[in-house]
């Protein structure tokens, strides 16, 4: 069965901490990608990042580093030096090749204190 | 760039009402779907098609409907609107494969007295 949990629910940090949202996800199939959207108060899910379970290289993409690691099932998310703006609703998403469902966690969200 | 559009942004209407929730992209996606989310919770699936005259019932129950007539216009009908009902309602798209990512609308914030 597919399934993607986000055990924190909620996280404050005070500004220019660091914070790593954490994803552990449940497939079968040896094909699939993962992804992370953002949320922001203004309520449009905004997309990420995606990597496919071929790919495990970890990337960093400005202040965001994602870790891809098949032998724990996760896909943890790391903000480095948070700022306020980066205050939102953080889900991961799964989908298995040739399927139509994207499967979602249930969101963390992250306070970003000035 | 991504263009997927949601009308109404807001709607709040009584109890027995119909209205149709209006979700539109330009990016000629063949997948389109509909979310029911309240405020920064979980997303939850109603329907999905994978293209014209294709529409398919998601995992949670709901009282609408949609049709998908052009590739374009995914639109969303609630024949009597319920307090029930009061949530937000999100439109999405993607490309054919799993592989692709889905884009969003704004969304639409309805509200039933």
């Known amino acids: 069965a597919q399934k993607v949990t986000q055990a924190q629910t909620e996280i404050s940090v005070v500004e220019k901490e660091d914070v790593t949202l954490d994803c552990v996800y449940e497939?079968?199939?040896?094909?699939?990608?993962l992804f992370w959207y953002k949320q922001p108060p203004s309520g449009e899910l905004v997309f990420l990042i995606r990597?496919?379970?071929?790919?495990?290289q970890n990337e960093i993409s400005g202040r965001y580093s994602w870790n891809f690691q098949k032998s724990t099932s996760s896909f943890n998310f790391t903000i480095t030096a948070s700022q306020v703006v980066d205050s939102a609703v953080y889900f991961c998403?799964?989908?298995?090749?040739?399927?139509?469902?994207?499967?979602f966690g249930t969101g963390t969200r992250l306070k970003v204190l000035a | 760039e991504a263009d997927i559009y949601q009308t109404p942004r807001y709607l709040v209407i009584g109890t027995g009402k119909k209205i149709t929730l209006e979700c539109s992209q330009t990016?000629?996606?063949?997948?389109m779907y509909w979310y029911q989310q309240d405020p920064g919770m979980e997303l939850h699936l109603i329907h999905y098609?994978?293209?014209?005259?294709?529409?398919e019932k998601g995992d949670l129950s709901s009282e609408s409907t949609v049709s998908r007539i052009r590739t374009e216009h995914f639109p969303l009908t609630l024949e009597s609107a319920r307090p029930s009902h009061t949530s937000q309602y999100l439109c999405?798209?993607?490309?054919?494969?799993?592989?692709?990512?889905?884009?969003f609308g704004p969304g639409t914030r309805l509200t039933v007295l």
């Open positions: 999405a798209s993607s490309e054919s494969a799993g592989w692709n990512e889905q884009f």
């Open positions: 497939t079968r199939d040896t094909t699939y990608y």
């Open positions: 990597r496919n379970s071929f790919d495990e």
């Open positions: 998403a799964l989908s298995e090749a040739g399927t139509y469902k994207y499967i």
């Open positions: 990016m000629g996606h063949d997948k």
């Open positions: 098609s994978y293209g014209v005259n294709s529409t």
